[in-house]
């Protein structure tokens, strides 16, 4: 029960029994936890987004590493010797640069925003989320004082998705440097439509384009023609995005992460380099050098021809960056015999258990395991453990404040009893 926290009493209605364990869902809040203070959010009761508004900072540390320690100990049956540390963010609120909200119009043409009622399809409307960037909660204010034509597809009652995310001024003019550009950063909006049947969306989409503070919006069956856009900058490179591409949410711990996992890298003086799951290049970009060679994979096409133009555009030479399945591209560099002296591998939430088996066949020397749900990665873990691999290094980052979600990063070496 992620919405829990000690010292809390509730009612609770059990969803799954399988024995060993019971699923279950809070119906009724009897007794708020000691824990619990006022929350800095005036939606944070009903929004299904954060469940931890008002509990102070240090106690929710506490609570994240406690998870991962947990996990790596009952799932992993990692030895407890190998300590986790954790990294505070800076701020606790306006950190995110995106948000997916839900929207629905009302009958003179106004809209409102907002996210889903926990347990529900309640909409809960927003004016500003606390954890969103200024820049996301400045336009959401705007659009919410708009008035656009409602497209006929569209019903009343019918809630659309639309992502927010918030870009730094783009680079232009006389200056070139994003550090350095002047202007108000900007979002840009990808609209979901609830049904393939919404086809009078134009109008709808116009009148986002023309909100102050949007930079572009459209349709997802638009993301082909959306614009290339800069979204960081880190060591001299530029990190580029499209609308709709996954990138992290908190850009001040992705950088702290970024220049960790580089040190991590360097000090094994490696000369070939493996990214699995690399997106558009966001952890191996800046590893590229003339004497070492970068391969990254990933199955997102878009993502993939990102990463190109990331390369491209930061004249980086001596990287490879490729479409398709990690867990085949794997097998068939075992199957050649290629070898790695680093493999990086940053997946989505469910792991990469299937890639396992071939990626101890590659016998790289050292695996930066980037994580950001605690069990599966000691799942995972705990098969690389057990096929000759020791964890050296654990450390977690906590890029969603007042939310239950923790970031990790793990670092495995080969046994030196091990041969390939």
């Given amino acids: ?33 000691p824990l619990r203070g006022k929350s800095p959010c005036a939606f944070s009761e009903k929004c299904g987004g954060c469940q931890w508004h008002g509990i ?30 954790i990294s505070g963010a800076s701020g606790t609120l306006e950190y995110r640069n995106r948000i997916f909200v ?8 106004s809209m409102s925003f907002g996210y889903f009622q926990r347990g529900s399809r309640n909409l809960v ?50 200056d070139e440097s994003i550090s350095g550009s002047v ?32 930079f572009w919006a459209g349709l997802i069956k638009d993301l082909k023609a959306a614009p290339l856009v800069v979204f960081d900058e880190q060591d001299g490179l530029r990190y580029h995005t499209r609308p709709g591409q996954f990138q992290q949410v908190n850009v001040s711990h992705n950088r ?59 004249k980086i030479t001596n990287a490879l960056y490729l479409s398709g399945s990690s867990e085949k591209h794997l097998w068939k560099c075992a199957k050649k015999g290629e070898q790695f002296d680093v493999v990086i591998a940053d997946p989505p939430r469910e792991g990469m258990f299937k890639d396992l088996i071939p990626l101890q066949k590659i016998g790289a020397k050292a695996i930066i395991y980037v994580s950001c749900d605690p069990a599966t990665l000691a799942r995972d873990l705990g098969a690389l453990i057990r096929g000759g691999y020791q964890l050296k290094w654990v450390r977690s980052f906590d890029f969603f404040p007042n939310t239950w979600h923790v970031e990790t990063i793990a670092v495995l070496e080969k046994s030196p009893e091990e041969k390939v």
Wanted: with cysteine; hydrophobic share 40%.
């Fill in 125 to 174: 409307p927003i004016n500003r989320c606390a954890i969103a960037g200024v820049t996301i909660n400045r336009v959401l204010g705007r659009l919410g004082h708009a008035k656009i034509e409602r497209p006929k597809s569209l019903l009343a009652v019918t809630p659309y998705r639309m992502e927010l995310q918030e870009i730094p001024p783009q680079p232009g003019g006389s």
């Fill in 256 to 314: 702290l992460v970024r220049s960790l996992v580089h040190e991590l890298v360097d000090g094994y003086k490696p000369a070939r380099i493996l990214d699995l799951f690399c997106g558009s290049g966001n952890l191996s970009l800046g590893l590229c050098r003339a004497d070492r060679y970068v391969e990254g994979i990933e199955f997102s096409e878009p993502a993939i021809a990102t990463a190109r133009e990331n390369v491209r555009i930061n």
């Fill in 56 to 85: 102070p900072y240090e106690q929710q540390l506490g609570w994240k590493r406690q998870f991962v320690e947990t996990a790596l100990g009952r799932i992993g049956k990692v030895e407890a010797s190998v300590p986790v540390s």
């Fill in 1 to 33: 029960m992620a919405d829990a926290v000690p010292g809390d009493v509730v009612d609770i209605e059990v969803t799954n029994d399988s024995g060993r364990y019971a699923d279950a869902k809070i119906v009724l809040f009897q007794q708020l936890s």
């Fill in 183 to 214: 202007g108000e950063a900007k979002v840009v909006i990808t609209v979901y439509p609830p049904s393939p049947d919404c086809r009078d969306l134009d109008a709808f989409v116009e009148g986002l384009r023309q909100t102050e503070g949007v």
């Fill in 102 to 109: 839900r929207g629905v119009f009302a009958a003179d043409g």
